[in-house]
């Protein structure tokens, strides 16, 4: 299932190295799993009649919900493909989403995954043709891209929802927190015109600099990555593809739950399907496990239960859907790994 920044994987910011987690991850990790294995003891009832309905399950609609993340699959390749394009390196489709699906397993299954993914996609890419830097430009600018699409379809999902169910939830943080953040955002573009104020801003960037080196480091990185852009794509309009792309990656996923519901005999619930899904996307960017296991499940079944759904099928919806945006997924995902590597290991035989 894609994640910020990346599907399961990240196709998002590039890190110097690959870190092991920390004792705080790992004592994280095994306190979420310890409470989804307590809360599957006291679910055992609901948990045993959404096993009944999986087994039920309608094939038409599995077929649909299949092809539905298959072409989410799609558009997730198409963001680096593009990006590559624009850079003057062509791949084909196939091997574009045989990398990232490859790059997506490896982040699911990995602990600290989304950096040996990273690692991994940024080495695949520069050994073919795309160079260090249009490689790390190219994971940094797919990663802004796909958390972009993910807060449109959250913003969608908030409109959607209203003030029922989910909408709730996070009703009293859009308006006290992101709308006042919003209108601030926008007051400071507004006085970004002025000379007086492009002095301060720069000013106070420059302070912030100094005092947090890391953060010297991030705006440095991100310059870096602008100004790859401009040199490859100064036109501001066609950069529309790569956020387009991202947001259908992240909506034919949603779709893709949807159509898993219908393949159940579930009725969907329209008004917070995407709020729930986004919420649960948003959940899954702390990967404080592999794969997001145990995390993905409660908060999606959770926000499913607000959303009016009964306890069972919430939890028949969202495990026929953790089944095929994740589970199917990772043996495809390692086939494509195992494939690349030998690809690899042969065309370094034959360069000796």
């Known amino acids: 299932m894609p994640q910020p920044v990346t599907r399961a994987g990240d196709i998002g910011p590039v890190p110097g190295g690959?870190?092991?987690?920390?004792?705080?991850?790992?004592?994280?990790?095994?306190?979420?799993?310890a409470a989804a294995v307590v809360a599957a003891l006291f679910?055992?009832?609901?948990?045993?009649?959404?096993?009944?309905?999986?087994?039920r399950v309608r094939p038409p609609g599995l077929v649909v919900a299949m092809a539905l993340e298959a072409m989410s699959l799609l558009c997730f390749a198409a963001v680096p493909r593009w990006l590559l394009r624009v850079g003057g390196v062509r791949w084909s489709m196939a091997r574009m989403t045989c990398t990232t699906v490859a790059a997506n397993a490896m982040a699911g299954a990995l602990p600290a995954g989304a950096a040996f993914s990273a690692a991994w996609l940024l080495r695949h890419l520069s050994r073919r043709g795309a160079g260090g830097v249009l490689a790390a430009a190219v994971l940094v600018t797919s990663g802004a891209a796909s958390a972009a699409g993910l807060c449109l379809l959250f913003?969608?999902?908030?409109?959607?929802?209203?003030?029922?169910?989910?909408?709730?939830l996070v009703r009293p943080v859009t308006d006290d927190v992101l709308l006042p953040a919003l209108v601030a955002a926008l007051v400071l573009l507004a006085l970004s015109r002025f000379a007086g104020c492009r002095r301060l801003l720069r000013r106070v960037r420059m302070s912030t600099g100094r005092r947090y080196p890391r953060v010297r480091r991030a705006e440095s990185d991100f310059a870096g990555v602008v100004r790859?852009?401009?040199?490859?794509?100064?036109?501001?309009?066609?950069?529309?593809?790569?956020?387009g792309y991202a947001f259908l990656n992240w909506l034919l996923d949603a779709a893709a739950l949807a159509a898993g519901m219908w393949a159940l005999g579930i009725e969907v619930p329209w008004r917070g399907l995407l709020l729930s899904y986004a919420l649960t996307q948003l959940a899954g960017s702390l990967h404080l496990t592999p794969g997001n296991l145990g995390i993905a499940e409660a908060?999606?079944?959770a926000l499913l239960v607000v959303s009016g759904l009964p306890a069972a099928q919430a939890i028949a919806a969202t495990f026929l859907y953790r089944i095929i945006s994740y589970w199917a997924l990772q043996p495809v995902g390692w086939t494509c790994w195992i494939g690349l590597a030998l690809e690899e290991a042969h065309a370094a035989r034959g360069g000796r």
Do not use: H, K, M, N
């Open 155 to 168: 913003a969608a999902g908030v409109a959607v929802a209203g003030p029922a169910g989910p909408g709730a």
């Open 18 to 33: 690959v870190t092991r987690p920390g004792r705080f991850w790992w004592l994280c990790s095994a306190l979420v799993l």
């Open 299 to 301: 908060t999606l079944s």
């Open 228 to 243: 790859q852009a401009r040199a490859a794509e100064p036109r501001p309009l066609p950069w529309l593809w790569p956020l």
């Open 43 to 55: 679910r055992r009832r609901e948990i045993a009649e959404a096993y009944d309905l999986i087994a």
